[in-house]
């Protein structure tokens, strides 16, 4: 399995959770709004990813997972 | 291709033009005047080597692409459509949204029977139930031209699927075609976050076929004369003909035909060359690029070429900036527009278009602290691909081009101030700034 953040960035408010739940891979802009330093995500911040996407209050930030291969 | 259509209208000797020779600066063609010239419509039977999906391969060998801005082949556009699920809608995109263009308008008011030509052709390929033409709202000249043209054809009854003409809102992004669509469904004429794109799931859910209008009138002459006809202009890695728009320093602005391929200089001289000594070319519009007059001048006019040279083909349009003018204030000029034009959608377009503005503003206008150039450059970099369409990318690679075509004013503005040249009148037509006071 592989991961890939994708940020909707109409849905995408600026609420900045994402980004202090997963400082290592998202950054905030001048306007709040995240940057992704990568969309992929390595294996040991799966759990921090899902945790992140999870808790963005508009569901603007999705965790899609790609089987190997 | 078809060897009964080939033979009952022979395809024209003369290479170009094409799509503009039955063109009247006074009048409109009518139904009549476009039968004389082109025959009847040919729409192929129902199987074999005459079955309606033939054209697509047709249009697949002509090597035919999208004249709106994208170049994406047309043939294969049309297979994905018509493979889709259900039954498939067309849509002809005329909404002209690029300031400094004007084929589509031209095609649509002049010869409309060849874009109406094109979208029945296309309907009838992939089996499409709904077909639609989109233009401005507001144009309702154009408008009621149009339903004139349409009442033409509906009186011998020559669509199959009736074209539906649709006017939508003539913002710059409204004529995005996931903007159309979302428009045409209901919603605000806003681009949206794709996928699915409008080929899988676009109008009501149909797999949608968006076409501009010029793609769907060389398509009317393919249908009519084959794909070698097609190939017979242009360069073998970019076919065809296509309409471009020169304005600017330039003797005679208009609409010309072209070859694809032919040197953007050699564009110039077609529109009766420079009207005073040219300093840099605007290629592709506002989301295009500017290069550099002397290192323009050869490049050919095909979506490869500008694309390795730092532009961008667009939807056909040039304009020459004369050594007169600043560059850079025209590109101030531009941004702010494409700033204030923003859907107000995406947070990092929303607030990073106007931030870029600012910047690029305060390169031209300001400047001389020596800190203005390296602002831009950090703009350009925060709102480059955040968006959910490519607005502010377009945006983006206009300002990375004046940063380079015009490097040396950009130092001196930087360090000494705004040169002279930014009190010159403004060149580039921007919508919106017609009520400023110049004295």
């Known amino acids: 399995m592989s991961y890939e953040l994708r940020v909707n960035p109409i849905a995408c408010d600026g609420h900045g959770v994402c980004a202090e739940l997963l400082p290592e891979i998202i950054e905030l802009d001048p306007w709040g709004y995240p940057v992704l330093m990568s969309a992929e995500v390595p294996r040991g911040l799966a759990e921090h990813a899902k945790r992140a996407a999870a808790a963005c209050p508009v569901l603007a930030l999705a965790l899609v997972t790609h089987p190997d291969g | ?439």
């Open chain 2, 1 to 439: 291709m078809s060897e009964l259509a080939l033979a009952a209208h022979p395809s024209p000797e003369l290479r170009l033009p094409r799509l503009l020779e039955g063109i009247s600066y006074h009048d409109i063609a009518s139904l009549r005047d476009h039968g004389q010239r082109y025959g009847p419509l040919p729409l192929w039977g129902t199987s074999g080597r005459r079955r309606p999906g033939r054209l697509i391969d047709v249009v697949d060998a002509s090597g035919l692409t999208g004249r709106g801005g994208s170049g994406f082949p047309t043939g294969r556009k049309m297979r994905s459509v018509a493979s889709g699920p259900g039954s498939a809608v067309v849509l002809a995109n005329g909404a002209e949204g690029e300031p400094a263009s004007c084929k589509d308008r031209l095609l649509l008011t002049r010869l409309p029977h060849l874009v109406l030509d094109g979208i029945t052709l296309a309907a009838h390929a992939v089996r499409a139930r709904t077909a639609y033409l989109c233009i401005h709202g507001q144009e309702t000249e154009l408008r009621d031209a149009l339903d004139d043209a349409l009442a033409q054809r509906r009186a011998v009854d020559l669509d199959p699927v009736p074209i539906q003409l649709r006017g939508i809102p003539a913002r710059y992004v409204a004529s995005e075609q996931t903007a159309i669509v979302q428009y045409l469904n209901g919603g605000p004429a806003k681009p949206t976050f794709s996928p699915p794109r409008p080929h899988q799931r676009g109008v009501r859910g149909r797999p949608t076929l968006v076409n501009n209008v010029e793609t769907l009138a060389h398509l009317a002459l393919i249908a009519r004369y084959g794909d070698r006809w097609f190939r017979g202009a242009g360069l073998p890695s970019a076919p065809g003909s296509a309409l471009v728009t020169v304005s600017g320093a330039v003797r005679r602005p208009g609409v010309y035909e072209i070859e694809l391929g032919t040197p953007a200089g050699q564009v110039v001289m077609m529109a009766g060359g420079p009207a005073e000594r040219p300093a840099a070319l605007l290629v592709g519009g506002f989301f295009g690029a500017w290069l550099p007059a002397r290192s323009a001048w050869p490049v050919p006019m095909c979506h490869a070429a500008l694309k390795a040279a730092g532009g961008a083909m667009g939807a056909g349009i040039v304009v020459v900036l004369p050594d007169s003018s600043c560059g850079l204030a025209e590109t101030a000029r531009v941004i702010r527009y494409l700033a204030d034009e923003n859907a107000g959608q995406c947070g990092p377009c929303m607030f990073g278009l106007p931030a870029l503005a600012d910047a690029v503003a305060d390169l031209a206008y300001q400047g001389g602290r020596g800190r203005a150039a390296e602002r831009v450059a950090a703009m350009a970099g925060l709102v480059d691909g955040r968006g959910a369409c490519r607005h502010p990318d377009g945006a983006v690679q206009l300002v990375r081009s004046a940063l380079r075509a015009f490097e040396t004013d950009v130092r001196w503005h930087d360090h000494r101030g705004p040169c002279p040249r930014v009190s010159r009148a403004p060149l580039l037509p921007v919508p919106g700034e017609a009520d400023w006071d110049w004295a």
